[in-house]
Every structure is written in structure tokens, then in C-alpha cells.
């Protein structure tokens, strides 16, 4: 934030109070604009996700000029209240996709397998990361939406680590970048790789960051690659809640002397991450019908799209062309790095 009242000369309004507020009510405006012109896009281009626009909508509306002004001050509060709140309530929501049968159907050797995937991209970007130098939580942010599911993940995360929104904003660009080239890419590697359809599928959900470019990539190869995708994919979210719950206990761990003072600790498990389990749970039981799942699913997709509008609208280009050379390496790296171990593990597995 303190970059940000840098390039602007004034600081934003601070952030009071439990509800919006008249102070937040520009910031949440604009990102329902930026939903709107989301869901747009997608209809216009359904290669292109939802999440995705909002992502590249919020990084043009900090840059475009008679909007700029608005993103960097009146509006900045209800951004920023987007990019958290809104967040942790679509990653809660985000449980209602997952059921425990589905994980178990797709066998001990498939789960194994997106486990040992998620755990070498994980700790390999991670350090890579820290050898590059990069600044903050970058490489913590980057390692985390390159191995889950992306952006949703990256929120998640940078909830419990406390990231600078700077450093949030960076790694949301770069791993959407990543997953949109993806939807390009990989269907082009789909048979000179040797993958039947269900194989390619696999690999694609193993691969892939964030959810909607899974389907937008899996697709081109038909039901059975969607099917088998969407469910790999699915596990990997299912990872969210541990890793979130792993980084809190390595904050509090860092925090226990300044909370000492304080009388106060960052929680062990973060209440979303509790409710994103329980969601699982209730999904688990069957009990919900098909038209609530699809409603609450629509209802996660908006406001996942407000979030990441949010958080696409504190990304500054200049700042990021600054340390662009290194945040690419990495990206670059890490995405040999999924690709390459979610290919290796599909054809041990399938």
C-alpha cells in the first residue's frame, strides 16, 4: 500500500468498519462493472474464461486513463475489500464443487500421483523463487497458484500470510497469463505426445491452474478428456485447505513473539478454510440438490470474478516490468515443472 500512495501523492481512504460503507461503495461498483464486462467477454469468446477477463479487465482499468485516478484512490477501498472478503466467501463456495466420492473413484494411484505433483511444483517453485530474488511473498504466491488452482489460491493464501497487495496482484497476472497461454498450447502437445483422449484429460487437470482454463483447454479433446480433467483438477483444490492451514501455523510460528505481546495470534485454521471443508462435507452427503449446487456455483464464479478484478486492478505494468525478467524465469520454470510431472505421472498411472 505504501507504493501505492507513492504513485498516486495522497493516501487512500482507510478501510473502517465491519460493513462496505459509503467509502467502499465505488470500489464494489466497479467491480460489478468489471463482472459485467467479464461475463461478456466469455459470451462473446467462450475459449476465454470468466475469471480470466476479470483478471486482464482489472489490470486495464488501473491503467487506462480517466479510470486510473478512480482505481488508485476513491475506488481503492472497495477494490481492495473485493479482492479479500468477496474472496474468501467464493473460496468457501468453492467446496460445493468438490465431493469426496469423486476424489476417491479416480483410485489411490491418480490421487498419489496429484499429490507428488502439487508437492514438486510447490517446493520447487518456492525455491527457485527465493533464488531469484524475488521480493516478499512472491515466490510463497507464485509456487501456490502454480500447483493448486491458481488465482483462488493465491487469495487464499495471501489471506493467512498477510501478502503486500502488490506482491498478490504480480503473482495473480503472471499465473493467469500462464493458464491463458495453456488453453493455447497444450492441445496442440495433445497427440504428438502420444495422449489418448482420457490421458490428455488427466494431464490437463493435473497441469492447468485455475478451473475455468481447465475447461476451456480440456474440452478440445472431447467428454471423456473433460470428465477425467475437471476431476484431477478437483483434487488438486481439495490440497487448498491443508496448505492454506500449513502456511497459518508457519505465520503464527513466526508471529509467536510479537503475539506474545500482543495477546493475540493469527488463527491455526482460517474460518474460510473451515468453511470451504464444510461445504465439502455437505457436498459429500448428496443432500443438496442439483439446482441449489448450480446456483451456489454461479454465485462462486461472480464473486470469484469481483476478487480477482480487485486484485487485477493494484497490478502497476511499470513496477512489474522492474522485476519482469525474473517473475517470467519463474513462471516460465514452474510451468515446465507441472507439465512435465503431471505428464510423467499420468503415464505411470493410467
Same mark, same amino acid.
Given at each position: ?67 486510473? %485516478? ?48 502439487? %508437492? ?22 507464485? %509456487? ?184 517470467? %524465469? ?21
Amino acid at each position: 500500500m505504501a507504493l501505492l500512495t507513492a504513485r498516486t501523492g495522497h493516501r487512500p481512504a482507510p478501510a473502517t468498519g465491519r460493513g462496505p460503507g459509503p467509502g467502499k461503495l465505488p470500489g464494489l461498483a466497479m467491480a460489478a462493472g468489471g463482472v459485467a464486462g467479464a461475463w461478456a467477454v466469455h459470451e462473446l469468446v467462450p475459449a476465454v474464461p470468466m475469471l480470466t477477463a476479470a483478471v486482464v479487465l482489472g489490470i486495464a482499468s488501473a491503467h487506462l486513463p480517466g479510470v486510473r %485516478a478512480a482505481v488508485r484512490g476513491a475506488a481503492r477501498p472497495g477494490l481492495t475489500l473485493a479482492g479479500k472478503r468477496l474472496m474468501r466467501i467464493g473460496v468457501v463456495l468453492l467446496g460445493l464443487k468438490l465431493s469426496l466420492d469423486d476424489v476417491l473413484g479416480l483410485g489411490w494411484a491418480t490421487v498419489a500421483m496429484v499429490v507428488a505433483v502439487v %508437492a514438486a511444483t510447490f517446493w520447487g517453485t518456492l525455491r527457485l523463487g527465493r533464488r531469484l530474488g524475488l521480493r516478499g511473498d512472491q515466490p510463497l504466491l507464485i %509456487a501456490t497458484g502454480y500447483s493448486i488452482c491458481g488465482a483462488s489460491a493465491i487469495g487464499a493464501v495471501s489471506e493467512v500470510s498477510g501478502s503486500d497487495e502488490e506482491d498478490v496482484a504480480t503473482s495473480v497476472a503472471l499465473v493467469t497469463l500462464c493458464g491463458t497461454l495453456a488453453i493455447a498450447v497444450l492441445p496442440l502437445l495433445h497427440h504428438p505426445l502420444g495422449l489418448d483422449d482420457a490421458q490428455f484429460g488427466r494431464w490437463v487437470g493435473a497441469g492447468v491452474h485455475d478451473v475455468g482454463q481447465v475447461v476451456a483447454t480440456a474440452q478440445t479433446a472431447g467428454p471423456a478428456a473433460l470428465t477425467d480433467a475437471v476431476l484431477v483438477k478437483l483434487m488438486r483444490v481439495a490440497l487448498l485447505a491443508p496448505l492454506v492451514a500449513a502456511v497459518a501455523v508457519s505465520v503464527r510460528n513466526r508471529r509467536r513473539g510479537p503475539a506474545k505481546a500482543s495477546g493475540k495470534r493469527p488463527p491455526l485454521v482460517p474460518l474460510f478454510v473451515l468453511g470451504f471443508l464444510a461445504m465439502v462435507a455437505v457436498r459429500t452427503t448428496g443432500w443438496l440438490p442439483g439446482g441449489a449446487l448450480d446456483l451456489a456455483g454461479h454465485a462462486q464464479e461472480l464473486l470469484l470474478a469481483a476478487a480477482l478484478f480487485g486484485l487485477g486492478s493494484a497490478v502497476h505494468l511499470p513496477s512489474l516490468a522492474r522485476t519482469g525478467g525474473r517473475v517470467a %524465469a519463474l513462471g516460465l520454470c514452474s510451468w515446465v515443472v507441472i507439465a512435465g510431472a503431471s505428464y510423467g505421472g499420468v503415464l505411470l498411472t493410467t
